[in-house]
């Protein structure tokens, strides 16, 4: 079962997270995952190929940003957690979150009511909705950053979209953000040119849903032109050592990036990773 649509990653994505919760030494339990994932994510992992290789990759990332949320929620009182293009994410049902925090999930209609069908009345930890709208529309994106007026401190989450967008596109959300004056913060993982131009070459022909775009040389410099400062960076490769999730490399490959440049050994730090970034005071440039 090819995915068809970019909707149909997210049954894949929960694959990948029942994969990680049912190793005898899980980074995170995801009650709701292989459910959500069903048969079709589960056809979907397998026809891809690389499913535990997926997986690995997968579980990092979300332990990652696991951590940023509960870090940023706790040490800066946010009061309102906005989860763009959400998918099937379960953070609601298993973080443990401030009853008080509002958590919206913006997607489109038919994979919030998927999700809705199949967790039911499940409590969640936190103030929880689920809000229909396509982030890529300007009208819809704006009706969305509507429904959050009224919020002190907002923590936006991007989880596995922004690859999927043009420049343009991302430039467009970044600057619509940032003219809120509550939207105080925004977690994202980036890809970067060369594990861009991997994914197209790699994964593309499998995908055939879906398109790789956004893989900025300097994602630093293009967010802080358009009002987005970044706090931390952390790099998907440093992270699956220190989860114990990482691929084996060959001796030959690190013997080679040890005597590589300064420049190329932090390029290859930021291939991919978690970027955590804080709304600057300055106004956004009109450069994209």
């Not at 906005?82 to 998918?87: K, Q």
């Not at 953070?91 to 979150?97: I, M, N, V």
């Not at 509507?146 to 596995?160: Q, S, Y």
């Not at 030959?252 to 991919?272: G, Q, T, V, W």
């Amino acid at each position: 079962m090819p995915i068809k649509t970019l909707s149909d990653t997210a049954r894949w994505m929960a694959y990948a997270r029942a994969m990680e919760t049912e190793r005898p030494d899980a980074l995170f339990q995801d009650a709701f995952a292989r459910r959500l994932a069903g048969a079709e994510g589960e056809a979907i992992a397998r026809e891809i190929g690389a499913a535990e290789m997926t997986a690995r990759g997968i579980a990092v990332r979300t332990s990652v940003l696991d951590e940023l949320i509960l870090q940023t929620v706790s040490g800066h009182d946010v009061d309102l957690i906005l989860n763009i293009a959400a998918g099937l994410d379960t953070r609601p049902w298993r973080l443990a979150l401030p009853s008080t925090v509002r958590w919206v999930d913006v997607d489109l209609p038919e994979v919030l009511e998927y999700k809705a069908g199949v967790i039911g009345s499940e409590r969640t930890a936190c103030q929880y909705e689920s809000l229909q709208g396509d982030i890529v529309d300007p009208k819809s994106r704006a009706q969305v950053l509507a429904h959050c007026a009224g919020a002190r401190r907002v923590l936006v989450i991007t989880e596995g979209l922004l690859v999927y967008l043009t420049p343009a596109q991302v430039s467009a959300l970044a600057r619509d953000l940032h003219g809120q004056s509550s939207f105080m913060w925004w977690l994202t993982d980036l890809t970067g040119p060369r594990a861009l131009e991997m994914l197209r070459r790699v994964w593309g022909p499998r995908l055939r849903g879906a398109e790789f775009r956004f893989g900025p040389a300097d994602s630093v410099d293009f967010f802080s032109r358009l009002g987005w400062r970044e706090l931390s960076f952390r790099s998907s490769q440093e992270e699956a050592r220190r989860l114990r999730r990482a691929t084996p490399t060959p001796l030959l490959s690190r013997i080679m990036l040890m005597l590589s440049s300064a420049s190329f050994r932090e390029e290859f730090r930021r291939l991919s990773g978690v970027a955590l970034l804080a709304r600057d005071t300055a106004v956004a440039s009109d450069d994209t």
